[in-house]
Structure formats: C-alpha cells, structure tokens
C-alpha cells in the first residue's frame, strides 16, 4: 500500500484518521543465497522486481584499495545531500524531476526491448524485465543527484537528460538483470537455462570476440561461471550456430580460450 509515493489515508487506535502526504518505503538488508527462496519463494506478487538484487562474487581478495580516495569531497557531497529538503508541489505531492526532450527517445527504445525481453522471459524474471524502465530512471536520478553534490552544487537537480538516462539503463542492462537472474535462481523460481542466459550475457556486452577465462569465469555480471558450466553452455550455443571458436593468438605467452 501506498507504493506510488501518493497521500496515504490510514485509521490508527491512538491518532485517529491520519493522512501521511507521501509514503515511501527502502530496504536495504543482506542475506545468505540460501536463505532467498524461504524469503521470496515463487510469489509474482510484484516485491521481487521493486528490488534491485545483488549477488556479488565471494571469493575473497587480498588485495587493499590504492587509498581512500579525496574523503572531504565525499563528505561535503553527503552533507549536500543531507540538506535536501523533501519538496512538494502545489497540491502537496511529491515535486517530480523532469524528463528533457533529448531523453525521451532513449527511455522509450530500451523500453521496447525489455517489452520484447518479458515476451521471451519466465516467471519473475518477466516482472522483472516489466519493471526495468522505472528502474533505469530511478537509478538515472540517483546517479545524476550524486554528480551533482560532488560538482559542489547545493539542492536537488531539475532534469534528467539523455546522457542520465543512459548510465542508468546501462546498469539494469549489464548488472541488475543479471543479478536478478542470480538470486530468482537462488531462490528457486524457474530461470532459463545457463546457455540461455550467458547467450543474454554476451549479448549485453556487445563484444565481437569474447575470452572465456576474462570475460566469463572472472567477469563482472557473468551469470555462469563455473568453468563446467559455462563448457556445457557455449558448446549449446555453438551446436545451435551462435557462436563459433576463434582461433587462439600465436602472441608469446599462455594463450586464451576464446568464443566468437
């Protein structure tokens, strides 16, 4: 109730007739994999697209970060970002940011393809190909709002334009779909089969001549990556004509098995 962000009229036992003018509602929370399917289960009642999943590879590192980066930058854009007053409209909603022309065209053609992506989905993932474009903006916002602070700019940003709108669909596109994919594994709804969607996987990443160790086994987003796995998949799809072998380079070193 009252996902829309509109006024939300409730009855309590203390207050009486409250009216709350716009109710909003973030989750932020971690779980083992294992614990996801008692969570979510199979339900397609619409919780599992209003998230954006993440299952991040555990394998850990030794390594450290090079440094802590500019640190007063990042505090001064938080503080920024803490000032925001909540704004409202004429009629007490939420104030809307608006869409620039220029970004129109680019909102409506990744729309169509995740219309055609739900129309070739299963089970969830069709909620969550169904969500995506509400997804994008949100994160388009999200991104745009945090370039803002840190240019050193004080309030909440007016516009989204084309190129916000792409950086937020490049992430549902090459991260959060696949993600998602993962945990609606995790917690065993029915999910495409693995050459199916590393075939989705390589199609995202829109590179020619792909190398299975880089770009699949250790790669960011990579739905498949147990080595057996990944195998048995690119051997589907090469019966099926969709990819063929390239033949390895003759550069000195130890060469890399690579797909096409």
Known sequence: ?????????????TGGRIVIPALHLNILGATQPDRVKLLVGMARDGLVPRFLWVVPDTTPKATMALGAGDMQAFEDAALRLIKIEPAQDEGGYARRIAL???ARPVIEAASARWID???????????????????ALRLATVLAQAEHALAGNEGAIATLGAADVRRGIEL?????????????????????????????????????????????ERGAGSPV?????IARALEELRQRGFVR?????SSVGRPKDRKS
Request: charged residues 35%; proline residues 6%; positive net charge.
């Open 1 to 13: 109730q009252g996902f829309d962000g509109e006024p939300y009229r409730k009855r309590t036992a």
């Open 100 to 102: 620039l022309e220029e």
């Open 117 to 135: 992506e739900m129309r070739k989905a299963e089970g969830l993932m069709q909620d969550v190909y169904g969500r995506a474009r509400q997804q």
């Open 172 to 216: 549902v596109d090459r991260y959060f779909v696949t993600m998602a994919e993962r945990a609606i594994g995790y917690a065993g709804a029915p999910v495409a089969s693995d050459a199916t969607r590393l075939a989705r996987h390589l199609r995202r990443l829109g590179k020619p001549v792909v190398g299975v160790r880089d770009d699949l």
């Open 225 to 229: 990556r147990i080595p057996a796995a």
């Open 245 to 249: 072998d390239v033949p390895r380079s």
